[in-house]
């Protein structure tokens, strides 16, 4: 994951009373009802997308269209945070479906003070892995809840293949840019 900062609230967002309106609706829906968006989620997209300069917020591939809105605390059991800016990723679809329970361990890539290596490493495989020391639960939380290098997905066949055919690319167009340090923009 590349850290990143979060810009302003979209204004489909920015209206509280119709976010809290729309909150409203969705909290109080039956269980089994569908999640559709109130917002326009293009918007959304876009200003995710402006904050990520165009790469999914967790696997930090460079994204084409169509891209996504993920809610890192899942709407289906954070309902009061559906609407909440803070809580909205722009996605690839490898990363939209996850599996597993989500907790408050699980790292957000906008996270103040989050910087990659201070929580992850890439190892002779290519797989995303922990450091070792005082971030390494939360680490492993992060990869598990996000699918970071699930068997059977490519991910780590596609860093490779990124790291050597991209050299010659800015940093900011590369794919994975966490592979390259700040200082080879």
């Known amino acids: ?30 269980v089994n009802k569908l999640f559709r968006w109130r917002a326009d989620q293009s918007e959304i997209a876009d200003a995710a997308a402006r904050d990520t300069k165009g790469h999914c917020s967790y696997c930090d591939h460079l994204l ?74 939360r680490a492993e939380k992060t990869i598990k809840h996000l699918r970071l290098d699930l068997a059977g997905r490519s991910l780590p066949l596609k860093r490779r293949r990124a790291f050597g055919e991209q050299r010659d690319r800015p940093r900011s167009e590369r794919d994975y840019r966490y592979l390259w340090p700040q200082s080879t923009e």
Not at 118 to 137: H, K, M
Request: glycine fraction near 4%.
């Open 1 to 30: 994951m590349e850290p990143f900062r979060r810009g302003p609230i979209p204004t489909s967002l920015s209206d509280p009373e119709q976010v809290a309106a729309w909150t409203a609706d969705w909290v109080n829906a039956p």
């Open 64 to 137: 084409p269209d169509p891209r996504t809105i993920d809610h890192l605390r899942p709407k289906s059991k954070f309902r009061q945070r559906a609407y909440d800016w803070e809580n909205l990723y722009l996605c690839c679809q490898g990363c939209q479906p996850r599996v597993g329970e989500f907790t408050e361990y699980v790292l957000a890539p906008d996270e103040v003070g989050y910087q990659f290596d201070d929580y992850f490493t890439i190892d002779s495989e290519w797989r995303l892995q922990a450091v070792e020391g005082p971030n390494s639960t």
